[in-house]
């Protein structure tokens, strides 16, 4: 049996490691703050949540398949908490079980492998009973091939036929065994034999007359004779230990792939009332194939700054469609670095099926993604700033594919403007080259004012918005860039106390 929730044709492996890069991403996009939303003190959830945004799917037909089982999930909410809560019962059933414990000698395997498929029989009956009561309520592909396989696979005759098995591998009227022998009279092909009906007339079966047979008695004391006989109870009833232990790691293995599967949509449940709980909308993305520049939506925020404030997060409108090169510059503290950040947490939930923090969202997938933000100084002193840059650049080069993308935030501005434009230039050229999506958050007016004047097509250039006074509004929109990033508002905050300049930054500041 196959849950099948999670991929159409291939099971869900929460073991492995992640793809490269992913601790950084994880820092930068502050993705731990989503993981905790989504596994709410769960430990288990946490490592389900942090699996499956990580290893993204890069077609557009996977995604979707996801966001048909997650819709159902949101509709029918408690039913798939219900089959959640049943797949950690047998799981849990089998903690407090011997099972595994006495695995070299065959009669301790058979006896701990048939209580624990005796134990499943009530958690598969609650499976198939949900199946049988809800299955109609659910249209996505995943579920409806999920309940159908339950209804086929766990039908009254299984149940039947299990109970039965489990019955007579009990062994109550002894353990028919049959035998050859071989070189030097040694027993040889042991084969556990199906005992012979009893028949149910009680008095025929009392008064009949019984065939001859050759019986021995060991002694109380006779310690290598009870060894011996033991030894050929094993092997006897070895075949049938190993089918039965089979048998639970089966059924069990399934519960464990249906507890992960259905993990990942819990933990997105819980993400939901998170976010419904701050007023915060979702909506499904629309994914477009590797090949195509789409990034589109309205009322993008970034999900992970919700999370932590209790203020509403200003959402941005953005067209992008067509474009390789996005570029964002703007006042200081005006929502550069969130939205930088909303824009790659938006592309790491699309492509792991999840529903996205905005009105509408469409994008192309990526084929990986990566992110260069500015580091604080090495504490330890073993290398510069511009040095260490350049080698977590170097890394990314050596690890980036073609339709990719990559978040650079401030990036290269540790050196003199002049120095870091030119190195940023060219790698933004070889990029664009290789045919990866580049979004560049900078403060340098002689890269972003070079590329604006030489980059006429395939490329949006964004400017974070100041009004008059200079107040932020948080938001960013199409502009030419500006030689100054207004540091005088920040100046004037700090050490004139003029808080108008600067309202409302706080918000910013903390993300």
């Given amino acids: 049996m196959k849950a099948h929730l999670m991929y159409r044709d291939q099971d869900f492996l929460l073991g492995g490691d992640l793809p490269w890069g992913s601790d950084t991403l ?122 159908s396989m339950i209804q086929r696979e766990l039908a009254d005759d299984y149940f039947d036929t299990l109970k039965e098995h489990l019955k007579e591998l009990q062994f109550r009227n002894g353990t028919l065994i049959s035998t050859g022998l071989g070189k030097g009279n040694k027993g040889v092909c042991y084969v556990l034999r199906k005992p012979n009906e009893l028949d149910r007339n009680l008095l025929k079966r009392l008064f009949q007359r019984k065939p001859p047979s050759l019986t021995f008695t060991i002694a109380d004391r006779d310690e290598a004779g009870a060894r011996a006989l033991t030894e050929l109870h094993g092997r006897g009833i070895n075949l049938a230990a190993d089918a039965v232990a089979q048998s639970a790691d089966h059924v069990l293995s399934f519960f464990r792939m249906l507890r992960t599967e259905l993990g990942f949509y819990i933990g997105c449940l819980n993400l939901a009332n998170a976010l419904d709980v701050k007023g915060q909308g979702v909506c499904y993305p629309q994914p477009a194939p590797l090949n195509e520049r789409r990034h589109t939506f309205e009322g993008l925020y970034d999900i992970c700054l919700s999370l932590r404030l209790q203020t509403a997060i200003v959402p941005n409108d953005v067209d992008a469609d067509g474009a390789d090169l996005v570029v964002v510059t703007g006042a200081n503290e005006g929502g550069k670095s969130t939205f930088l950040r909303s824009i790659g947490l938006a592309q790491m939930m699309m492509q792991a099926g999840m529903v996205v923090g905005a009105t509408t969202f469409r994008a192309n997938v990526c084929e990986s993604q990566f992110a260069h933000y500015k580091r604080e100084e090495d504490a330890s002193m073993t290398s510069g700033k511009f040095d260490e840059e350049l080698v977590r650049m170097n890394d990314i080069a050596d690890h980036v594919r073609t339709n990719s993308i990559v978040l650079f935030n401030e990036s290269f501005a540790s050196t003199n403007e002049r120095e870091g434009s030119e190195v940023a230039r060219q790698i933004i050229q070889a990029l664009l080259k290789k045919r990866v999506k580049v979004f560049f958050v900078t403060h340098m007016y002689e890269l972003a004012h070079g590329l604006y004047e030489t980059t006429k097509t395939g490329a949006v250039f964004l400017r974070a918005e100041r009004r008059e006074g200079g107040e932020r509004t948080f938001r960013v929109s199409p502009g030419e860039p500006l030689e100054t990033s207004y540091g005088e508002d920040l100046y004037r905050q700090i050490f004139t106390g003029d808080t108008h300049a600067a309202e409302g930054e706080k918000t910013v500041a903390e993300a």
């Fill in 26 to 147: 994880i820092v930068d996009l502050e993705l731990n703050t989503l993981f905790s939303a989504m596994a709410s003190g769960d430990a288990f959830l946490l490592d389900v949540a942090r699996k499956a945004v990580m290893m993204s799917l890069c077609d557009p037909q996977q995604i979707l398949y996801r966001q048909d089982v997650l819709r159902d999930c949101v509709t029918n909410a408690a039913t798939v908490r219900a089959l959640y809560a049943i797949a950690v019962e047998a799981i849990e059933i089998e903690k407090k079980s011997y099972y595994g414990f006495f695995n070299h000698y065959p009669a301790a395997i058979l006896s701990s492998a048939r209580e624990l498929m005796q134990a499943f029989i009530s958690v598969l009956f609650k499976l198939r009973e949900v199946a049988d009561h809800s299955a109609s309520d659910f249209r996505s592909e995943g579920f409806t091939t999920f309940f």
